[in-house]
């Protein structure tokens, strides 16, 4: 065998270029706005689409969504780079686009990349916008919130794209792999865990993907008029080694198993090296941030209530950022909750609830606890003998808030841990406050 290239009759286009979708049919992704009955796609194909700001990451198809929005609503698409234009050159593309608009046709003007604009550059869309000369479709990876004017953000609707998954990355490649603008008219040899390292590596970036495939293909060996892609060709196109890992497995459990544990016992670095496991196979950042919540209550508690707020800023800078600069807020919140210390108050004071809970479905509410907004309720004693806590010196009633057969259930039991010690004291308090006055 030896080194093979694409045929010579390979189109120059890149991959990516060549297999833009046309139609919303082929377009891959963000069903939750454009699959059938969402409101998106129904503004597409009934021709009212407003001026709107698609705000996602990277290669998952706004651009593209945009060029489907203006080729069905039959539009004059105008691409407008917000990397290399100023207010001279906005003002004129907004000329054009009211002068299409006196002869009947729309222009649907896409600005990619709109968080980079100036807010004098935003402010020159906005007349434009008002009158409905054009409509604007802006792109961003960054929060709308913080980078788009108010002014020019209150005229727009917010669309969300996801990040795509690895079974849309997966059809994604497929298509290349058979359609004849991409491979299809080649013969190309590559099995199902080659296609599924690919997809990993793309992390959700239809981009990367049809880059990495296309250059994989290049690089492929060349017997008898195919090309034999191999793992050892992707680990050393990509510079990535094939990690044990399905986010679908035994292998996904064991690896968030392994990291949950390792902070439960405070290792701080075995915890840093799970987590890197895990995003370097190519684990969703969000998935590990969930979990990382889950655990600041679950194993930390009122101990350290801080590391609920850490864990969340870290699921929102995960969010925000992405793979891979959001490694090492992850590790900020990992090494934290690792550090901080430990209780599982919480989770066993809900474990024993739940289990009075599921046992008793079926007692009432008790009337004193029972809202009573009309006569017929207050006539049925709805809220009566109730005892409006801040009418009292001390905050503080003696009346019974669990159902009779469970009135004396005791479920959080607080740990002599961090700040819940000072927690224990207060709840000391008030049990023997209401034990003297009761």
């Not at 059809?171 to 603008?181: C, G, P, S, V």
């Not at 198993?257 to 370097?280: G, P, Q, T």
């Not at 009135?407 to 000391?428: C, F, M």
């Amino acid at each position: 065998m030896k080194q093979g290239s694409l045929f010579e009759n390979q189109l120059k286009d890149p991959l990516a270029s060549r297999l833009r979708p046309q139609t919303l049919e082929e377009y891959i992704g963000q069903k939750h706005l454009v699959g059938q009955n969402k409101i998106l796609r129904q503004m597409i194909e009934n021709d009212t689409v407003p001026s709107m700001i698609f705000w996602g990451p990277p290669g998952v198809g706004k651009t593209t969504l945009a060029r489907i929005i203006a080729q069905t609503t039959k539009s004059h698409f105008i691409d407008f780079s917000a990397v290399n234009s100023g207010i001279k050159e906005i003002k004129v593309v907004m000329k054009e686009a009211q002068e299409s608009r006196e002869h009947g046709i729309k222009t649907i003007v896409f600005v990619d990349e709109i968080h980079r604009f100036n807010k004098a550059q935003q402010d020159a869309f906005l007349p434009y916008v008002e009158k409905g000369s054009i409509i604007l479709i802006g792109a961003t990876t960054e929060n709308p919130s913080f980078e788009i004017n108010s002014a020019l953000l209150s005229r727009c609707k917010v669309f969300v794209l996801k990040a795509l998954t690895n079974e849309d990355i997966i059809e994604l490649i497929q298509r290349a792999l058979h359609n004849d603008n991409g491979f299809g008219k080649q013969k190309i040899v590559i099995d199902e865990d080659c296609i599924e390292m690919i997809a990993m590596f793309a992390n959700g970036d239809a981009r990367i993907a049809l880059n990495t495939l296309e250059i994989v293909v290049f690089n492929g060996l060349k017997e008898d008029q195919q090309i034999i892609v191999t793992k050892d060709i992707i680990e050393q196109c990509t510079n990535t080694k094939s990690l044990l890992y399905d986010k679908k497995g035994e292998e996904h459990y064991n690896l968030i198993s392994a990291l949950h544990k390792s902070m439960r016992n405070s290792d701080v670095d075995a915890a840093i090296y799970w987590l890197a496991r895990m995003l370097e196979a190519g684990e969703d950042p969000l998935y590990i941030a969930r979990r990382l919540i889950r655990f600041a209550s679950e194993d930390i508690g009122m101990a350290d209530s801080h590391a609920l707020q850490i864990a969340i800023n870290g699921y929102q800078a995960c969010h925000f950022l992405g793979m891979p600069e959001c490694s090492v807020h992850l590790t900020h919140v990992v090494i934290y909750l690792s550090l901080s210390v430990k209780s599982n108050a919480l989770y066993t004071a809900y474990e024993s609830a739940k289990k009075d809970a599921l046992k008793s479905m079926a007692e009432p509410v008790p009337l004193h606890l029972r809202n009573a907004p009309t006569q017929l309720m207050k006539e049925l004693n709805y809220g009566k003998g109730y005892q409006y806590a801040h009418d009292y010196q001390n905050k503080l009633t003696t009346m019974t808030c669990l159902p009779e057969s469970l009135k004396d259930a005791s479920y959080y039991h607080p740990t002599n841990q961090g700040s819940e010690i000072k927690v224990k004291q207060r709840l000391e308090q008030i049990k023997k406050w209401k034990k003297e006055h009761r």
